[in-house]
């Protein structure tokens, strides 16, 4: 199993910054393991979606809303993932997940418990 936790979420005005946190444990989990790790968000009454996923590699991609705003990054040392949020917008309140999979196994997700991001207007 692999366990992901949260943290740095919290209400902030709008036009300011928060960067989240999310660090991975687990007995099968590796650095060494190919994977890609994502943040997601949920808003009241509307679906889950991706904000922005970066891989092993390196490589990420962003939803267009946060593109220039947000900027995901990785530590594979500390098995962590952070998302840097700058110029919030009262539409970018939401609760934020962080999410994980292996390459071998793309369709094995897993979840963290989701921190809340309120950005005031």
């Known amino acids: 199993q692999v366990q992901l936790v949260e943290s740095g979420g919290g209400l902030v005005q709008a036009g300011g910054s928060l960067r989240l946190s999310c660090v991975a444990s687990?007995?099968?989990?590796?650095?060494?393991?190919?994977?890609?790790m994502a943040w997601y968000r949920q808003a009241p009454g509307k679906q889950r979606e991706l904000v922005a996923r970066?891989?092993?590699?390196?490589?990420?991609n962003y939803a267009d809303s946060v593109k220039g705003r947000f900027t995901i990054s990785r530590d594979n040392g500390k098995n962590t993932v952070y998302l840097q949020m700058n110029s919030l917008k009262p539409e970018d309140t939401a609760v934020y997940y962080c999410?994980?999979?292996?390459?071998?196994?793309?369709?094995?997700?897993?979840w963290g418990q989701g921190t809340q991001v309120t950005v005031s207007s």
């Open positions: 999410n994980l999979y292996f390459d071998w196994a793309p369709l094995t997700h897993y």
């Open positions: 687990g007995s099968i989990f590796s650095i060494t393991s190919g994977n890609a």
């Open positions: 970066i891989v092993s590699g390196g490589s990420t």
